[in-house]
């Protein structure tokens, strides 16, 4: 029978906690003690999940709310014996939670830290607060969805690294931060709200898209792949317009990420797009596609 | 056994084991996707001499891209020859038609059969007609090739499904005229063309020249069915029974035995209801070639 392991913040720290030990597949299958007695760092001792959290373990009827979260209907088949794990409180302080999950369902009732999904390959992270900078950095697979607002360089490359996510979706309700998805080669990054100065820095493949106003040198660097903006921008001028028309695969698109419960207006199902090419100065292979339906 | 008062012979069709796969067209009206359904299911008659055995299904209930679409079955003899033809149809029919675009239809009859599946590579082929400015796009777990056309891009997925199907199930109508043939043909036409899973890839779903195999020409592999042609009967051992002038024949391609049992029982069912047809009967090779056996009266009950 598949179990919830909900962890409920006790205390929070004085300093940052290196948490990426929490995540389904550890407490899967382990005892109350057992999780209580899991490492984590904060700064530089050693502290177990039990100094901060209490643990509860439950079963978990699936059909208990009768619909599911699309999210995790999407993602998880074939992970049903693992455990779900729910975080309750404003875990600010407690970085890369989630990070490297390869399966499974994680649940944070508040807001994260650092690197939350950073390096994640697979399952489903939902954060019902905001999250901190690096987001799903060298994401390789699975979902993130935040409800609220995210720091700088979700889904980036790190410092010396050449590519930043290679795949999955991060879907956020609120804003983002500079850096968006920069260095990207493959994936998916949907902002409702605002974001910060350069997304897509460098970005190599994928997609990003932003609801929202998105601040200067929107694409600076890309070599491949899509920006997608729903608001006018002045571009860079090495970027060239290419032509207005209906993009075949923004109907695709626009139908998962409704299917993933991100907010899109009904009147941009089915609307026209300017497209410009570039950055030129790395080959012109990029794309930014305004959409015209305001 | 007499179905409608007329006379369903005891015997069987002989199918074949083919792959088979589904193609959604979609484009910016139904005129557009029939058009390019048309084009890429044309000349597909019989997987001997046109290589794939092509028909279109119908309507598809969902596309992915929301536009309309329809669905079309293509039935070849390996997974090679499957993706050696639809490269040249999808990229000579439904590439070149305005507006289109085109998926993998998926194979919902072998949910839970994944094991059986195949993929065959088709956008990641045709993509090189973009003379290296097409793009592609991953949406959910898909492929999507982006290759530009004069009047914008043309969308085609990256692999479509391919599963063992049938080929060949067939029944064969012996009226007491040309006319009252015909007639039958296209009653049981209509009713088998609300069967999904099925296509009849004769035109109109009707064939006349029906094959037997070998010539007495040694260059031939396959000839008229001579023991059905009722201008030589006498000349040879017929099997028209007296008061039949006429033969039509229709063939039927499906994803499964089911669908194609089911066609085939409201075809054969039609058909009797119509006036002047005097027996039904089919096509095998005395159950040596063809691993599926459609018994017409065990189909019938």
């Known amino acids: 029978m598949k179990t919830q392991v909900t962890l409920v913040l006790k205390k929070i720290p004085s300093v940052p906690v290196e948490a990426e030990s929490i995540n389904p597949e550890n ?3 382990k005892g109350i003690q057992e999780i209580e007695s899991m490492l984590l760092w904060c700064g530089n001792r050693q502290a177990r999940v039990g100094d901060y959290f209490d643990v509860e373990i439950a079963s978990l009827e699936e059909t208990k709310n009768g619909v599911a979260d699309p999210v995790f209907n999407s993602s998880n088949k074939g992970q049903k014996n693992l455990a779900k794990l729910v975080l309750q409180g404003d875990l600010s302080k407690f970085k890369r939670l989630g990070q490297g999950m390869a399966a499974g369902e994680m649940v944070i009732q508040g807001s994260v830290g650092f690197h939350a999904g950073a390096l994640m390959r697979g399952g489903t992270l939902v954060i019902q607060e905001n999250a901190a900078d690096w987001l799903g950095a060298h994401m390789e697979g699975g979902h993130i969805r935040v409800k609220g607002s995210v720091g700088h360089f979700v889904g980036s490359a790190y410092r010396g690294k050449t590519k930043g996510m290679t795949g999955g979706t991060i879907l956020i309700g609120g804003n983002a931060g500079q850096m968006l998805g920069a260095r990207m080669a ?3 990054i949907a902002v409702e709200g605002d974001c910060g100065d ?5 970005m190599m493949a994928g997609t990003i898209l932003i609801q929202g106003t998105p601040g200067i040198r929107v694409g600076a660097k890309m070599h491949r792949g899509t920006v997608i903006l729903f608001q006018p921008k002045v571009l860079l001028p090495t970027f060239y317009y290419n032509c207005t028309y209906k993009v075949p695969f923004w109907s695709l698109l626009y139908n998962q990420l409704i299917r993933e ?4 207006p009904a009147s941009s199902q089915d609307v026209s797009f300017r497209r410009y090419s570039g950055d030129a100065n790395e080959g012109g292979k990029g794309e930014i596609l305004i959409c015209l339906c305001h | 056994m007499y179905l409608n008062g007329v006379e369903i012979e005891e015997t069987f069709a002989e199918a074949f084991t083919m792959r088979g ?3 959604t067209v979609t484009a910016v009206n139904e005129r557009w996707a029939r058009y390019a359904a048309l084009a890429a299911t044309g000349f597909a008659t019989s997987v001997i001499g046109c290589g794939v055995e092509a028909g279109i299904e119908g309507p598809t209930a969902s596309t992915p891209d929301g536009r309309f679409g329809l669905d079309c079955l293509f039935f070849a003899f390996s997974k090679e020859d499957m993706e050696k033809h639809l490269i040249k149809r999808i990229g000579q029919a439904i590439m070149t038609t305005p507006t289109s675009a085109c998926f993998d239809g998926e194979l919902p009859e072998f949910q839970g059969q994944g094991d059986t599946l195949n993929k065959v590579n088709i956008g990641g082929k045709l993509r090189f007609f973009g003379d290296s400015y097409q793009a592609s796009k991953v949406i959910g777990n898909q492929r ?3 290759i530009p056309v004069m009047d914008g891009e043309f969308l085609v997925q990256e692999e479509f499904t391919v599963a063992k199907a049938i080929g060949g199930g067939n029944f064969l109508i012996l009226a007491e005229s040309a006319e009252a043939a015909l007639l039958a043909a296209e009653a049981a036409v209509e009713e088998m063309r609300t069967i999904r899973g099925v296509i009849l890839p004769f035109p109109g779903g009707v064939v006349r020249s029906g094959s037997q195999v070998g010539s007495n020409y040694k260059f031939l592999s ?7 042609c009722p201008t030589i009967r006498g000349r040879l051992d017929s099997l028209l029974p007296d008061g039949v002038n006429a033969v039509l ?18 075809g054969i069912n039609a058909a009797t209801q119509v006036p002047g047809v005097q027996r039904i009967t089919a096509g095998n090779y005395g159950g040596r070639l063809g691993k599926h056996h459609f018994h017409l009266q065990e189909i019938l009950i």
């Open chain 2, 222 to 228: 396959a000839s008229t069915n001579t023991a059905y």
């Open chain 2, 144 to 146: 999507y090739w982006r």
């Open chain 1, 198 to 202: 350069v997304p897509g820095f460098g």
């Open chain 1, 186 to 188: 493959r994936g998916l």
């Open chain 1, 261 to 264: 419960g991100f907010s899109l």
């Open chain 2, 249 to 266: 024949e229709i063939v039927i391609d499906g994803l499964t035995f089911e669908a194609v049992s089911r066609a085939m029982q409201v």
């Open chain 1, 27 to 29: 407490v899967t299958e």
């Open chain 2, 21 to 23: 796969t589904r193609v």
